[in-house]
């Protein structure tokens, strides 16, 4: 019996839209935007520039641009390739973290309000593995679809410049495939997966919780909760007692139950600690790239936040397991 | 024979509410048995503190398990249908039987899909396009393909047609029902269930007020239709129940000797739901 491959197997069934179309569109229409941008851009430089037919940057021939490039130029252009294929990249995950917030939201909720939860525990499934499937689904299923179409995105988006490029006569291999670096892009993108993960931990634990408690609008309770304790603890000026500003409270309790869903998210609270991240000040793509590398992303883990963090979000799985037991379905 | 169900002052209270009332009742194997009462009786409370769903006072042992503590082994061996249409509307007939099949060790997938096969069920339907009734197919599909030892069914067949409630109970007598096996089932329609059931529970205000199995039912209650002339000498006789047909009185009699109430005109066995409505008078006024 592999009951746990079955019960994601049924989360997958279920929100198929969600994990699975919804990044894989968003892809298709970043690619498309990009292409009618090149199409308006082509149309408009033909109707302005003087040199008609043939593309020039900085005066140069594209189809002799990489001869004249020094190996620094090359090294540069392709950085700026990769931010392009980064950015590219940054659409499937921008609705990952709307997918995952509202499946968490209705993953224990919906089946209470349309009483199927009563078809579930009518077969041998525990409330333990059942909560751990939803769990597994939100941070590890979703994203590395998530994952899959944004490098998928990021591949066509060079392919699309590849298109633009033996328009005008350039060689794609020597002017995209050659400085850019799409498979460090994609490597870097699957080594964050873990970090998403754990830092998303919090806000899907609180939604599971949620969720699994609220007897209408979980929605409202979700987001009304921290806020109105956030409105409260500035109000009341609780944390100036215990020696903090209000601001704290904001982003390490209120923003890290609703906001983990989002990737890289982690970046913004490490700028604050991290003395590397405080001096960042890029002076090029590569250094934005350096930023989203492996590498970075993974020294998250040196942060105690991600693993207060991630204790949270265990303990409110926890309870959320509890009321799935014991809410009473009237 | 041990019970499938024993409870020992079984209570259940909601805030201030009792929905039911330190009952005590014992269901052997190989029955079925309904459990009758009007709506809010405490018979749905009942079957949900057995099959673990709900909190309790008391103690009950569902096949020598506690449902509060070891629900997750007991539900190898227990299957419920809680309500019609409690299937997820987005599920397809295949994936269901798949699921069901993946995750129940007593599963025999090859029933399920001959039971399907007999009905109008697609594998690619979803649920959402069926109508109530193939739900309810879809639902005892997986349902009688699950070798369970015990089945509880909360109104299964609630708003469903007549064609498809007697499919439905014709089903389970002929493809599921065996001596090993014992069915729990809560209905209003008492009528159409009262030939299969071995076993009868009636409960009002969260008690039981009759238990008995149906032989031991027609062996107390008579049913007597008293020409008007004679209706006095018959209610010295203390029916439990009096209606008037056709300018006969109709009394139902507990506990009365057969051969006495002879005398007073034709005597037969009550259907459950006169004896239902005489036992359930008054509950709510």
């Known amino acids: ?330 | 024979m041990s019970a499938v169900i024993s409870a020992r002052n079984l209570s259940k209270r909601y805030g201030k509410t009792i929905a039911v009332d330190n009952v005590t009742f014992d269901i052997p194997a190989g029955r079925i048995v309904g459990l009758i009462g009007p709506n809010g009786s405490g018979k749905t409370t009942t079957l949900k503190a057995a099959l673990g769903l709900v909190p309790f006072e008391g103690e009950l042992k569902v096949l020598g398990r506690d449902p509060r503590t070891q629900r997750d082994e007991l539900m190898q061996d227990v299957c419920f249908i809680a309500d019609v249409a409690v299937l997820p509307r987005w599920l397809k007939v295949k994936d269901a039987v798949d699921f069901v099949a993946g995750v129940h060790p007593r599963f025999d997938r090859k029933k399920a899909e001959a039971y399907i096969a007999n009905t109008k069920l697609s594998p690619d339907m979803r649920v959402k396009e069926m109508s109530k009734g193939m739900i309810v197919q879809l639902h005892l599909a997986l349902v009688m393909a699950i070798d369970a030892k015990l089945l509880v069914l909360d109104e299964p067949t609630l708003g469903l047609d007549i064609l498809y409630r007697k499919q439905f109970y014709q089903n389970l007598l002929e493809d599921y029902f065996d001596e090993q096996k014992t069915i729990v089932i809560t209905t209003h329609q008492v009528e159409e269930i009262e030939h299969i059931l071995t076993d009868l529970m009636f409960i009002r205000d969260g008690r039981i007020v009759l238990s008995a199995t149906m032989d031991e039912v027609g062996e107390r209650f008579t049913e007597v239709m008293v020409p008007a002339d004679r209706a006095d000498a018959a209610r010295a006789l203390k029916p439990v129940d009096e209606r008037q047909v056709f300018g006969k009185a109709v009394m139902l009699f507990d506990g009365v000797p057969r051969s006495q109430l002879a005398e007073y005109g034709e005597t037969r066995n009550p259907g459950i739901a006169d004896l239902f409505v005489a036992t359930m008078k008054g509950t709510y006024a």
């Open chain 1, 1 to 330: 019996m592999n009951t746990f491959k079955w019960l994601l197997k049924r989360e997958y069934w279920e929100h198929r839209g969600g994990f699975f179309w919804a990044p894989l569109i968003t892809g298709a229409v970043f690619m498309l935007l990009t292409i009618m941008a090149i199409i308006a851009g082509e149309s408009l430089r033909r109707a302005t520039d003087e040199g008609g037919t043939i593309l020039k940057i900085n005066g140069v021939e594209i189809s002799k641009l990489t001869q004249t490039m020094s190996p620094g130029d090359v090294a540069e252009m392709g950085s700026g390739l990769d931010l392009g294929t980064l950015l590219a990249s940054t659409w499937p995950f921008l609705v990952l973290a709307f997918v995952v917030f509202f499946y968490c939201l209705g993953a224990l909720f919906d089946e209470r309000k349309d009483r199927s939860i009563l078809f579930w525990k009518s077969l041998p499934l525990s409330d333990q593995q059942t909560v751990l499937s939803k769990v597994f689904s939100a941070l590890v299923i979703a994203p590395v679809i998530a994952t899959v179409a944004a490098i998928a995105t990021s591949l066509g988006f060079l392919v699309i410049l590849s298109g633009y490029a033996l328009f005008h006569v350039g060689n794609p291999l020597t002017l995209i495939w050659g400085p850019a670096s799409p498979l460090t892009v994609a490597f870097n993108l699957a080594a964050a997966l873990p970090v998403y993960a754990m830092w998303a931990l919090p806000t899907v634990g609180w939604l599971l919780l949620v969720s699994a408690w609220s007897k209408s609008k979980p929605f409202l309770w979700a987001l009304l909760v921290p806020l109105f304790a956030g409105v409260l603890v500035s109000w009341f000026d609780v944390m100036e007692m215990l020696g903090m500003k209000a601001s704290w409270f904001w982003t390490n309790i209120v923003g890290r139950m609703l906001l983990g869903t989002f990737n890289g998210i982690d970046m913004v609270y490490r700028t604050a600690k991290d003395p590397a991240m405080q001096n960042f000040n890029p002076q090029g793509p590569q250094d934005v790239l350096a930023l989203f590398s492996a590498q970075n992303s993974w020294s998250a883990f040196t942060h105690v936040d991600i693993w207060v963090g991630a204790a949270a979000g265990v303990a409110m799985i926890l309870a959320a397991v509890y009321f799935r037991r014991t809410r009473d379905e009237g």
